[in-house]
């Protein structure tokens, strides 16, 4: 089976609608979201092709959907669910919001382990709550979760707990006995944890992702683990995530959803996903295979001259490095020159300084004067490519290019970006990009 994983057409590429390809302007390569270009896998797009002649586009049915996700959580992760726990939700975030508003109250506290998918700061401000960071600690050179300063923000009132598991970007996959340390704090405390679990497809092989909720005791009484076929199978314009109870208590609190979490879903997204769970496992094994990204094929033009592409903004926090097309023998030129009235050309980039800490973010680097290095020189830090690698500066003055505005957090990194190894999640392990 073809799986288009070797061979990327750029100018194919650059033909679709998405957000990720209209975003900037051609000369861009874009990485500020955490999309793959891969070829959809062939069940996802025959459900689609067969909905469309069809002409079936109307509201989304849940039928089916707990059935199918439980086959797939179990051939996946070993975890045995039952299919009425499992609440169909349009996406992880919507999730997220709606359980909020269900489980705490404005202002409370909700914890984080920054640096961590940027969203979450918009979401939990967005639904009235204060976020409460406890960073990742890395005492030898293994991500971990600070176990002292989680019960210390549980003690101190926080009322939720947003966990990323397995961590984006850090690529961190929590052992068993991690999680079961952070569903006793919850125990003890009555802190809710969500248990943002949508990269957990893409872990490596040999490496095992354990559910949240499938630990049972306190883990299943004070949690709930969100879930998506929309990043392993690249479906997520499609709209469909689930929210999966483990317990009578939590299932009570699910059942309180609204309607509008059902019809918020897209009908496409729970056609992709049931697809996607019940025969795409062929493709996703040949996808976790090869975690590196594929070819991407050259365009013509004077881009393709210069061998270098701008970098856009990203989506992921300040692990992830510009990608570059190194430029071929005897190109000439380097950096594209901006249009008319758009980003000034960037001064050479380089690793950054140890002055990045674990839950920087941009803005408030700024107010407090950490966004200066100790030369006096302005470091930017950047969040391009999905995780992968090393935190950059400007050695001179930070020149903005064209992107959406949005949080930076993220540590010093080494030179070179880790490689994919044990613990580790192929959808933000670091992998070197590879030339054109």
């Known amino acids: 089976m073809r799986h288009g994983f070797e061979d990327l057409d750029l100018d194919r590429l650059r033909r679709r609608r998405s957000e990720k390809w209209r975003a900037f302007p051609p000369d861009v390569l874009p990485a500020f979201v955490a999309e793959m270009d891969y070829d959809l896998a062939e069940p996802v797009k025959e459900a ?118 397995p961590h984006n970007p850090t690529g961190r996959v929590f052992s068993a006995a991690d999680l079961n340390r952070i569903a006793a704090l919850a125990e003890r405390y009555g802190v809710l944890v969500m248990s943002d679990e949508i990269h957990a497809p893409l872990t490596l092989p040999g490496v095992r992702h354990t559910p949240f909720v499938s630990l049972g005791g306190p883990a299943a009484e004070h949690g709930v683990t969100l ?20 317990s009578p208590a939590v299932q009570r609190l699910l059942d309180r959803l609204p309607a509008a979490s059902q019809y ?40 393709a001259a210069a061998g270098l592409l701008r970098p856009a903004r990203g989506e992921l926090p300040g692990l992830g490095r510009r990608l570059q097309v190194q430029p071929r023998p005897g190109a000439r030129g380097g950096v594209p020159e901006p249009r008319p009235g758009g980003p000034r050309r960037r001064a050479p980039l380089r690793p950054a300084g140890p002055g990045a800490r674990p839950g920087d ?76």
């Open 361 to 436: 973010d941009r803005d408030e680097q700024r107010a407090a004067g950490r966004h200066r290095g100790p030369d006096g020189r302005r470091r930017r830090l950047t969040q391009e490519g999905a995780g992968q690698g090393r935190v950059l500066r400007s050695s001179g003055r930070a020149a903005g290019n064209r992107g959406r505005a949005g949080s930076s957090r993220g540590p010093g990194r080494p030179a070179r970006p880790p490689a994919a190894g044990p613990g580790t999640c192929a959808a933000t392990a670091g992998t070197r990009p590879r030339p054109a």
């Open 227 to 246: 879930a998506s076929a929309s990043k392993a199978f690249n479906v997520a314009g499609l709209k469909a995530a689930v929210a999966v109870a483990g």
């Open 264 to 303: 918020g879903a897209g009908l496409f997204g729970v056609l992709a996903s049931l697809a996607a769970w019940d025969e795409g496992g062929g493709w996703l094994d040949a996808r976790a295979a090869r975690p590196g990204p594929g070819r991407i094929r050259r365009p013509a033009g004077a881009a």
């Open 48 to 165: 689609l092709r067969s909905a469309i002649d069809l002409d079936d586009c109307g509201y989304a049915n849940p039928g089916g959907v707990g059935e199918t996700f439980a086959r797939f959580a179990a051939a996946r992760h070993g975890w045995t669910v039952d299919p009425s726990l499992v609440h169909l939700v349009p996406d992880v975030m919507a999730g997220v919001d709606l359980i909020l508003s269900l489980a705490t109250e404005p202002g409370d506290g909700v914890v984080i382990n920054t640096p961590v998918y940027p969203p979450f700061f918009d979401h939990i401000r967005g639904a009235g709550r204060r976020i409460v960071e406890v960073p990742l600690v890395r005492p030898d050179g293994r991500w971990e979760i600070d176990f002292e300063a989680l019960e210390a923000a549980f003690a101190a009132g926080a009322r939720g707990y947003l966990l990323c598991s």
